[in-house]
């Protein structure tokens, strides 16, 4: 039984000075690389609750035995055709779905991945009717920064260390990268169909980072809103006093979710 209540005023946004200085703000207004007033803001350091499940009363299965009796009958049958159902109120999932999603890659109709806010890929909903919660670590963004001639150095993966995809057995030594992102002063924004993600100091201190996403979701132009893509567009300031040497690295593995980056079976071909 849902106890909390279902009933909630409208907050507005926080204020992005709340998360990002004016001076980074300042810097970063530039082609649309500064987050909007009006967002949805979290820290890159923020932790991602475990949604709370809830029951039902007996009140309630009474009502609803007629519908259950339904979804099994049609669970079984696409069983017997070798499918799984897309709605299996019955069967468990064995990741929980938790408070970490940010604003989905892709287009209409299309499938889509989501970006979680602390910048792991996951969510992924490319196959039809089947949904893999879990990242895949080595999809990532990963910073290389020398300045001074190579004697200050700076790498690091554009996301924080701690995720639950990391320390395992089968991480593929990912776990080994340079995780160097603590996100206390990096900051998430989401306004459907964009997002931003601003590192304000990190990993180099006297460089800002503003990586901007875009999904096509166009007003009455279904074909280009339904393309399977999406555009990620990095803008980098420097405010030291020394010439910055910049890497940007992007790792991607060939896969669609969830643990089919480790069973294999994908193949890479040129194209023209």
């Known amino acids: 039984m849902v106890t909390s209540s279902i009933f909630h005023t409208r907050k507005n946004s926080w204020p992005a000075e709340e998360y990002i200085s004016r001076n980074t703000l300042h810097l970063i207004d530039y082609d649309s690389a500064a987050p909007p007033e ?31 009796i339904r979804l099994w009958s049609y669970v079984r049958e696409e069983a017997s055709h070798g499918r799984k159902a897309p709605i299996d109120p019955f069967t468990k999932e064995s990741c929980k779905p938790s408070a970490s999603q940010g604003v989905p890659l892709g287009g209409m109709g299309s499938g889509s991945i989501s970006r979680g806010f602390r910048g792991e890929f996951r969510q992924w909903q490319i196959v039809p009717g089947t949904c893999e919660h879990s990242p895949v670590m080595a999809n990532q963004f990963s910073i290389f920064i020398s300045r001074d001639g190579g004697n200050k150095k700076y790498a690091s993966v554009l996301a924080p260390g701690q995720h639950e995809g990391l320390g395992k057995a089968d991480d593929a030594g990912i776990s080994s990268w340079g995780w160097n992102l603590s996100g206390q002063h990096s900051t998430y924004h989401a306004l459907f169909p964009r997002a931003w993600t601003i590192y304000d100091g990190e990993p180099d201190p006297e460089l800002k980072i503003s990586c901007r996403q875009i999904s096509p979701f166009i007003p009455h132009n279904y074909r280009d809103s339904s393309l399977p893509t999406s555009v990620f567009v990095y803008t980098l300031v ?15 593995a060939n896969s669609v979710g969830g643990l089919s980056h480790l069973t294999g079976n994908h193949v890479n071909e040129p194209f023209m």
């Open 38 to 68: 009006q967002a949805w803001r979290r820290k890159l350091n923020s932790h991602a609750n475990i949604l709370k499940e809830f029951s039902i009363t007996f009140r309630e299965a009474i009502k609803m035995v007629s519908l259950g």
């Open 238 to 252: 420097n405010t030291g006093r020394e010439r910055a040497k910049v890497s940007l690295l992007f790792t991607w």
